[in-house]
């Protein structure tokens, strides 16, 4: 039996998504929802398998490969956190999008651990629009060199973008972050570069997702939304 709550959020979330969707010209089925199951427990998190939800999303590696064997093949993993170098060896194999690349080093390690593995990763570049120093992500202004770099690996995908915005009380003061990312990303998509697919714009979580989806995002990243406050804090 699926948890009444969680059934109630999801459908909530999914009457929103709808909204945001169609006030900018595209329905709910062109935005992906990703369920972000940090810190929840595989009890609660196969709830959302069985509304229909196919794609997570972990941002520490080794909660990801805890998780891992507990799941089917029918779930797509998102490692949407920050990444250490020396970790990608054990994620190469099991995760369909890196969203977090922000450095070469790790682009340079991705590529190489994909090749190993015989696959081509998928990946997004995590920038760092607001600037905030507690953030991860490239600058806006280091896409341009970015992507130029990640077009060359043979292993790697290049798919689309991802940001994070800051916190904010009413998310219409972020507004302006999820368009400078947008039109970066339409920048970059129209230049049309071998071996690069602006396919997807990550940007959206619990508070401010619908405000991205207006703004372009067709990838949006919630977990309290679904499961409610986590539980411990989250380094
Ligand atoms: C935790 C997390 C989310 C989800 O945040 P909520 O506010 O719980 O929806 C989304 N993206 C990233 C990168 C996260 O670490």
């Avoid at 062109?30 to 509304?51: H, S």
């Avoid at 194999?93 to 340079?108: G, P, R, T």
């Avoid at 990303?185 to 570069?193: G, L, P, Q, V, W």
Wanted: charged residues 30%.
């Amino acid at each position: 039996m699926i948890d009444e709550t969680i059934k109630q959020n999801l459908d909530d979330i999914y009457s929103r998504i709808k909204i945001a969707a169609e006030k900018s010209g595209r329905k709910a089925q062109d935005i992906k929802l990703i369920a972000v199951t940090k810190t929840v427990e595989v009890g609660r998190i196969k709830n959302v398998c069985e509304y229909g939800i196919h794609d997570f999303g972990e941002n520490r590696v080794q909660e990801l490969l805890e998780k891992y064997d507990k799941f089917d093949e029918s779930i797509q993993w998102h490692l949407i956190g920050h990444l250490q170098k020396n970790k990608v060896k054990y994620i190469i194999d099991k995760v369909h999008m890196i969203h977090s690349v922000d450095s070469f080093e790790l682009a340079k390690e991705i590529d190489n651990r994909a090749g190993k593995a015989g696959k081509r990763m998928n990946i997004l570049l995590q920038v760092n629009v607001s600037g905030e120093e507690t953030k991860f992500g490239i600058k806006p202004d280091e896409v341009n060199e970015y992507v130029g770099f990640i077009s060359q690996l043979k292993n790697i995908s290049l798919r689309g973008m991802m940001t994070i915005a800051p916190f904010a009380g009413n998310p219409q003061e972020i507004r302006p972050i999820f368009k400078k990312l947008y039109d970066i990303y339409i920048d970059i998509k129209n230049k049309r570069i071998d071996n690069v697919n602006m396919d997807y714009l990550s940007m959206g979580m619990s508070n401010d997702f619908e405000v991205a989806i207006e703004e372009g995002s067709n990838i949006v990243r919630i977990g309290t939304g679904i499961f409610g406050k986590r539980n411990y804090p989250q380094k």
